[in-house]
């Protein structure tokens, strides 16, 4: 905002009308700024430069951005002290934004002993000048009492000039304020109008607060399909509170199509933020195979993260999986393999025959450390072609040296039962057709995340496949770096440059899916992609 002619910023702060042509109230001094010389441009290169050249010709808002620039250490270290003094030149030309600055400069002690009145005088000075953002700075400082005596009714005054200014922080806050119904009657229907306003403006907070809104039935009638749109754009911009409940929407099958891959892809990017309720729930639905491989393993990790956050339901449930992996370590094999120890004794003169058709010997000999143990039973299953071996295996040494390879073998195994318990029931046996020829390229391809066939721009695709073909998926908007988190159980999935592939087993008809993930802009994002192998 402009301000008359021949106010400078010196030990006598000049006064600023506001929008209504009066003096905003009484500035306190602030220190005498040199002009910046366009000479003194020379640290900065590329759009930086710029803004200093522009900052030298006594452009408000390039002293602002110059201010800040110094601030964020644009040449080196950080210096606030320094940018003190770009903010108060910029004050000095009629800036409100700049004064807003030198408000949350003094509030935090930024280069400057802290001083909140002296900051509580800036922001109002600002406000009464226009500026939106200074408006929700004082209402913020009223209602902690910080520089200035605390008082709600001056806080919502100041909440809601900020809000008719557009600013999505403050619309936000005021719209909690009516929800809650503590320091303003309760106003659902305003509280509604006041989050959609922030929402519209980009702010996930909101987006989450206006879906929760939705999703209740204090309106009235519930909307779900509203409250799913609001999860969904907060979860794209990775607030942790909505995967968890857009997750929730598809595992139970709220307002949408039951989707259980989609709710656990999700579930674990919220969990993977630290949310202790994304924690427990994730824990639940890898241990019931619901959406992702089970793996009691892992879901005992998860369950301990959230017993560790104070979930109460968690304690229990850590102590009862390791108490059923304890068990499940000592009790033998449910199939276990017929075959001889690696070195077993030579017998004293037992023939032959006898020799050969003896039972294996019992676990005794060498149980003087777990590491023989396992090695043992390693040994004995290694070239087997059994899945029910490897799952044996894994019963017993889960988190044991070999339980990797363990893993490994029983996912590339081509037998359907090779699936893990409770997952869905595999197509039933068909009689075996002749061969197809292998594909020369993508028979189905998806095209991830916003072409996929999915109800959420990341967290699940289905695709179909024929047997002996391979589909692909293809890394598109801006997706980077495919890696597969967790393989298929009926077949293989590779990853690498922009695509990853997955081709069945030979000869398998039935369901899959496999977890693949990507990075976009900076972040990991998994997609869980459940593959229909067609006759």
Not at 135 to 155: I, K
Not at 244 to 257: E, I, P, V
Request: hydrophobic share 40%.
């Amino acid at each position: 905002m402009a301000i008359g002619a021949g106010v400078v910023c010196g030990p006598a702060f000049a006064q600023a009308p506001n929008a209504a042509g009066t003096a905003p109230a009484s500035l306190p001094e602030l220190p005498a700024a040199r002009p910046l010389a366009a000479t003194e441009c020379g640290a900065f290169s590329g759009g930086a430069l710029m803004t200093c050249l522009r900052a030298a010709d006594d452009d408000a808002g390039s002293l602002v951005a110059l201010g800040r620039l110094i601030a964020d250490g644009a040449t080196g270290a950080r210096n606030e002290a320094a940018s003190l003094r770009f903010f108060s030149l910029a004050a000095g030309r009629g800036s409100m934004e700049a004064l807003n600055e030198l408000g949350l400069v003094y509030a935090g002690g930024r280069g400057v002993a802290r001083d909140p009145a002296r900051a509580v005088q800036l922001f109002r000075a600002a406000a009464e000048g226009g500026s939106a953002e200074a408006a929700y700075n004082l209402a913020l400082a009223y209602a902690s009492g910080q520089g200035v005596e605390q008082s709600d009714s001056e806080s919502i005054a100041w909440l809601t000039r900020a809000a008719a200014a557009g600013h999505r922080e403050a619309a936000h806050q005021l719209g909690r304020a009516y929800e809650d119904g503590v320091i303003v009657p309760e106003d659902v229907a305003r509280a509604i109008q006041l989050y959609r306003q922030a929402a519209d403006l980009g702010l996930a907070a909101a987006q989450f607060d206006l879906g929760m809104l939705l999703q209740s039935s204090r309106r009235g009638q519930p909307d779900l399909a509203g409250a799913a749109q609001m999860f969904r754009r907060a979860s794209d911009q990775g607030h942790a509170q909505a995967q968890r409940a857009l997750a929730a929407m598809m595992r139970d099958g709220t307002g949408m199509t039951r989707n259980d891959a989609g709710a656990a892809a999700l579930m674990r990017l919220a969990a993977t933020q630290g949310l202790p309720a994304a924690e427990f729930e994730l824990a639940e639905m890898i241990e019931q195979g619901r959406g992702t491989l089970r793996d009691l393993g892992e879901a005992l990790t998860w369950y301990r993260r959230a017993a560790g956050h104070g979930v109460g339901p968690a304690v229990a449930a850590v102590a009862r999986l390791e108490r059923l992996l304890a068990e499940s370590r000592v009790r033998p094999p449910t199939a276990p393999p017929v075959a001889p120890p690696v070195a077993p004794p030579t017998p004293p003169a037992a023939p032959a025959p006898q020799q050969a058709t003896a039972p294996p010997a019992p676990p005794n000999p060498p149980p003087t450390t777990p590491a023989n143990a396992e090695a043992a039973a390693w040994r004995a299953i290694a070239r087997s072609t059994k899945p029910g071996d490897f799952e044996a295996f894994l019963q017993r040494f889960p988190n044991g040296t070999y339980a990797a390879q363990a893993r490994s073998r029983l996912a590339r195994l081509s037998e359907p039962q090779a699936a893990a318990p409770n997952r869905d029931a595999v197509a039933p046996a068909r009689p075996r057709p002749a061969p197809s020829p292998p594909a020369t390229s993508g028979l189905c391809q998806y095209v991830g995340p916003q072409g996929m066939n999915a109800l959420t721009r990341y967290g699940a695709a289905s695709m179909t496949v024929s047997r002996n073909w391979q589909c692909s998926g293809v890394a598109t908007d801006m997706l980077l770096n495919p890696q597969i988190e967790t393989p298929p159980r009926n077949g293989r999935a590779d990853a690498g440059g922009v695509r990853h592939t997955y081709r069945p087993n030979p000869d398998y008809v039935g369901s899959d899916n496999y977890v693949v993930s990507y990075t976009i802009d900076g972040r990991r994002v998994s997609v869980a992609v459940s593959v229909t192998v067609a006759p």
